[in-house]
């Protein structure tokens, strides 16, 4: 910094005077990667990503990957719908799996023998989408005056009275009659759901809903990306901005607040549509929180307000739990994720080198210790399955009584990590290694074994640290706020 | 009539173990304006620890100390674990993002909340414990008001809860932190120029609000439900809504909420179905929301003028 | 053009405006001056409906617009800049004015999302409008600046590109809080010229709230003296600069005397 002011004259600001250093590529890898990314213009990445979607479509015919890549789409579509509602917009929906939910229970409602009707796709999901977005007119009527938090508690709750009353309506007594309906399926669910028909083609298999996923996302992207460049999308970004001063330019806040969340709504009213086509059936829980979750934590892990960051965020973490199932992928997944976040906060290959190195070392002496102290272990052959496992039998001990040294290695590795967040930094250094032990061990242990407690632990713990370490995502860009 | 005194008396119960858990909420929007949705899985945490201290003390059967003794450590280091808790959750889940725009300390609450369900899930497994208080008290025990028969679980619970709530607004009131939260509450910078050490009283209001969830979550274990990971959720829920209906900020209004909830959902149990108590409970909120905005005692504006 | 009377605005028990009576008529260049916590600033909240008067009239050309929403009085032509700078921070220069164009354009998400030659043709002539309105501050807002985030604008730039802001409205009233706070004297000359040229070139009616005694005197036609609320003094500069009350008000009781 000092060498550019001297080169301030009077008048010319800080920022025209740090032009030259932006300019200059930052060292090594970074530099390259920035240079890539400026030299390729967001239509190009866009149609390469296009083009991979389009030869997967073509030449993958793995029924598995086709049914996850099915799935990406759709929380691809959620990941968008949320982006404009907090991203644009900035106003926190925690209810918006509901519109989703409803959704896909108006098809399975227009679709099956449950309510013995059989609409055309091509007037159901229209139809949906209608009913969706005009169900988001209303949850935004209330909304209309509440700050921030208390619109993600109103709309939470809103999100909780779709599923009691999905859950309640399957015995419900009409006056007049005598004998019950069953509406929902309660918890049971509706399944036996017709196929989408369109074009005059029944969509049977997986690869079908595909390509109408290809087609419905680009033609989404390219909506998306349009709106955001022109009047409505920046006038949302203005109410994210400053709601009083947008206002007082003449901006209608409160019917662009609404707008935001039928837009929102009729996106995940679709997806849900397609997800009930695809599913063929459609149960309740697969709408909660925990859904919830995922899918802003794609859009905060990508970047809330950035349309390529939500696409990332989305494969993240659609693609993440899949991987998880597999102990294989998993412990390949853990061990590179954990080695890379080495290599960051280390910086340079000497210091990686040294961490790896105090990592290894850590390991002898607690296996020494083990057997010094009589303590039972874990057969080899019981837990050194995948690749990964096979290489670590050597190093890595693994007590007999799994459930209570894990229990144990999980508080441990809490507490360090949390006391790691405060610790001076002379001693940091030192506690990496021990952190990154305890890591892998609680892997083995535990983790690696239990895929969906995993997923939500990962995500719990990425939540709190995004915000306090990089709260605008990966993608997103550093904002200035004003409180 | 008998039937109706019934409800009021189970709504009152139910009613201050949700007015427990609204003054979490509360005291927390007060001193720092966010909304701490990991509270009811502190909540969760308390009935947990109450749980293995009572299996620590020989279990539900074979107690070592005597019964109420028993009780009174229960709630003593459940209190004293769920405070614990708060404080660390504050330290390092909030603390950081105190400058950090408005919804920053939510997602990271939403967090917190992920991932201590999670984390009571890894290490105590999905079952569900349940307090086993027959064992200890018997059923029968209790006495009548005319048609009503009030247990002594019940009792000593409400009493109980009648007091905590007591406690707390003597603090609030009277003590140097408590006076010092109400400040902080009213002007932060002011508080800070006055030389209020505002670190040290945002602990304590955070040790405070956990701790009083803890006891809430022991009252519910020993009201001979079920303990399980989960079971944070709704009540957090819940406690949140009472907080609001009342006036989010206000200590009374709590208070207020919390038994007006517990009441309204008593008798919609009794009178209406069980099945939709819920769904009834989620629209009063709405309902509130709309015709009242700052609650029942609130002066703090959640709408904007 | 411009008319409030008998206007009073009460918070509990705080009254902030007693009975005000201004107007402002077509054309003019109005200041507002007075010490701190006179009600200058609650006055521009009170016209352009961020509060709603507790009794009295606020008239635009005769309307009543007391108590509308801020957008509304927006719409029916006046626009303000903020004491404290309220600019759209993360979005970039000519973002900012952009925006604010929203209530002059009509595209909707749909027009917008099939990028329909209609909604193509009004994007364009809103980037041409908002070039034009920075072009109006010369080099200081000039074209390589437009895509940076106002948050990297130096302060007296961002006190610019807040009033090229509340030029893309389309107003015909223009309420400026403060404009040449925080300025040193180049900058408030220059903000001086500014508003003289704003009268001349956009044909706007400006009521000015301003502390610096240099720039009001180089610009009002009349100037009017808030304290504690109430008007203390109205007239051209010279009048009220030396009314006693007016120098009670900013240097306390006695000093008229003193002089």
Do not use: C
């Amino acid at each position: 910094m000092s060498e550019d002011t001297s080169k301030l004259g009077i008048g010319t600001d800080e920022w025209v005077a740090q032009h030259e250093k932006r300019l200059q590529r930052r060292a090594g890898l970074p530099g390259v990667i920035d240079l890539l990314n400026q030299r390729v213009s967001n239509r190009v990445r866009y149609s390469v990503l296009a083009l991979v979607a389009i030869f997967f479509g073509l030449f993958v015919h793995n029924l598995y990957l086709l049914r996850i890549a099915s799935n990406l789409g759709v929380f691809l579509m959620m990941t968008l719908g949320i982006n404009i509602v907090m991203g644009f917009a900035g106003l926190l929906d925690l209810g918006f799996v509901a519109f989703y939910g409803f959704g896909a229970y108006a098809y399975a409602l227009t679709s099956s023998s449950q309510l013995n009707q059989h609409w055309p796709t091509y007037l159901s999901v229209p139809a949906i989408v209608i009913v969706t977005a005009f169900l988001g007119y209303l949850v935004s009527l209330p909304s209309r005056r509440l700050f921030g938090d208390y619109l993600a508690i109103v709309t939470l709750f809103f999100g909780q009275i779709f599923i009691q009353l999905v859950l309640s309506s399957d015995s419900i007594t009409f006056p007049g009659h005598t004998d019950s309906t069953d509406i929902t399926g309660g918890s049971n669910g509706i399944p036996g759901l017709d196929p989408f028909r369109l074009f005059g083609r029944a969509f049977k298999s997986t690869t079908d809903y595909y390509w109408l996923l290809v087609v419905v996302l680009t033609l989404l992207l390219i909506a998306i990306v349009r709106i955001d460049r022109t009047r409505v999308g920046r006038a949302w970004r203005t109410i994210r901005e400053d709601t009083l001063a947008s206002q007082s330019m003449g901006i209608k806040v409160n019917n662009l607040k609404t707008l935001a969340f039928v837009v929102g709504a009729a996106i995940a009213g679709l997806a849900g549509a397609i997800f009930a086509g695809i599913q063929d059936a459609v149960f309740i829980n697969g709408f909660d929180i925990p859904l919830l979750t995922l899918i802003y934590a794609a859009v905060i892990l990508g970047g809330s307000g950035s349309i390529p960051g939500s696409i990332i965020g989305a494969f993240v973490m659609s693609v993440l739990p899949e991987i998880l199932r597999v102990q294989n992928y998993s412990e390949f997944l853990f061990l590179a994720v954990l080695l890379v976040t080495i290599a960051v906060i280390g910086k340079n290959l000497k210091k990686f080198a040294i961490n790896i190195g105090a990592l290894v070392v850590i390991g002898y002496p607690v296996k020494a210790l083990f057997y010094l102290s009589h303590l039972t272990t874990t057969p080899t052959k019981v837990w050194a399955i995948a690749p990964v496992s096979k290489v670590l039998q050597y190093w890595l001990v693994l007590p007999a009584n799994r459930i209570v040294w894990g229990n144990m290695a999980f508080i441990a590795l809490i507490a360090l990590v949390a006391y790691y967040s405060i610790a001076h930094e002379a001693i940091k250094p030192w506690l990496l290694p021990f952190i990154a032990y305890i890591a892998i061990f609680l892997w083995e242990d535990r983790l690696v074994a239990d895929a969906s407690t995993t997923r939500q632990l990962i995500i719990g713990a990425m939540l709190v640290v995004m915000m306090i370490v990089r709260p605008q995502g990966f993608l997103g860009k550093a904002r200035v706020e004003v409180l | 009539m008998g039937y109706l005194g019934q409800q009021l008396v189970n709504g009152l119960t139910l009613g201050g173990i949700y007015a427990l858990i609204a003054l979490g909420y509360s005291l927390v929007y007060g001193v720092l304006q966010i909304l701490n949705f990991a509270h009811g899985d502190v909540y969760m945490v308390g009935a947990f620890i109450g749980y293995f201290v009572e299996i620590a003390l020989g279990g539900p059967s074979h107690s070592k100390v005597p019964v109420p003794v028993m009780i009174f450590i229960m709630f003593a280091v459940s209190m004293i674990g769920t405070g614990l808790l708060g404080i660390v959750i504050e330290r390092f889940a909030y603390r950081p993002l105190r400058k950090s725009s408005r919804i920053a300390p939510l997602i990271s609450a939403l967090g917190v909340s992920i991932l201590l369900q999670n984390a009571a899930l890894l290490i105590f497994s999905a079952n569900v414990r349940s307090y086993d208080t027959s064992s200890f008290i018997p059923s029968t025990a209790g006495f009548s008001l005319g048609s009503i028969t009030i247990d002594s679980v019940r009792l000593a619970v409400l009493i109980l809860a009648m007091l905590l709530m007591f406690a707390l607004s003597k603090w609030v009131n009277k003590t140097q932190v408590g006076r010092a939260m109400r400040a902080i509450a009213v002007d932060r910078d002011a508080a800070v120029m006055m030389g209020i050490d505002i670190d040290r009283v945002i602990r304590w209001t955070f040790f405070v609000g956990a701790a009083l969830a803890g006891a809430a979550g022991v009252m519910n274990g020993l009201l001979l439900r079920g303990v399980s990971n989960g079971m944070g959720f709704v009540p957090g829920l819940k406690g949140f809504t009472a907080a609001v209906i009342g006036g989010i900020g206000s200590i009374p209004g709590a208070m207020a909420g919390g038994l007006l909830l517990g009441v309204v959902e008593s008798l919609t149990q009794g009178y209406l179905s069980t099945n939709f108590s819920d769904f009834y409970t989620f629209i009063l909120l709405i309902a509130v929301m709309l015709l009242r905005p700052n609650g029942l005692f609130g002066k703090k504006a959640i709408v904007k003028a | 053009m411009l008319e409030l009377k008998k206007v009073s605005m009460q918070f509990d028990a705080l009254k902030s405006l007693t009975e005000l009576d201004l107007t402002v008529n077509k054309g003019e260049i109005v200041s507002v001056i007075g010490p701190n916590g006179a009600g200058k600033t609650t006055l521009f909240n009170v016209v352009t409906g961020i509060y709603t008067p507790t009794s009295g009239e606020v008239l635009l050309n005769g309307k009543s617009i007391a108590g509308q929403d801020p957008a509304d009085v927006n719409r029916l032509g006046i626009a303000r800049t903020f004491q404290n700078v309220r600019l759209f921070l993360n979005m970039s220069v000519i973002e900012n004015v952009m925006s604010a164009t929203y209530a002059r354009t009509k595209s909707n998400i749909f027009s917008s999302a099939l990028g329909l030659p209609s909604s193509r043709r009004e994007e364009r002539a809103v980037r041409e409008k908002a070039e034009e309105l920075l072009n109006f501050f010369g080099s200081r807002l000039t074209g390589y600046r437009w895509d940076q985030p106002a948050y990297s604008l130096s302060y007296a730039n961002r006190r610019r590109l807040e009033i090229a802001r509340a030029l893309a409205t389309n107003p015909k009233v223009l309420l400026l809080d403060e404009p040449a706070a925080g300025m040193n004297p180049k900058e408030t000359q220059e903000i001086t010229d500014v508003i003289g040229r704003l009268r001349a070139e956009k044909e706007l009616t400006i009521l000015v709230i301003e502390h610096d005694m240099h720039v009001v005197e180089g610009i009002s036609d009349r100037v009017i003296a808030l304290d504690h609320g109430v008007k203390i003094a109205e007239g051209d500069f010279d009048s009220v600069a030396t009314h006693p009350d007016v120098v009670d008000a900013y240097l306390g009781k006695g000093s008229a005397d003193r002089k």
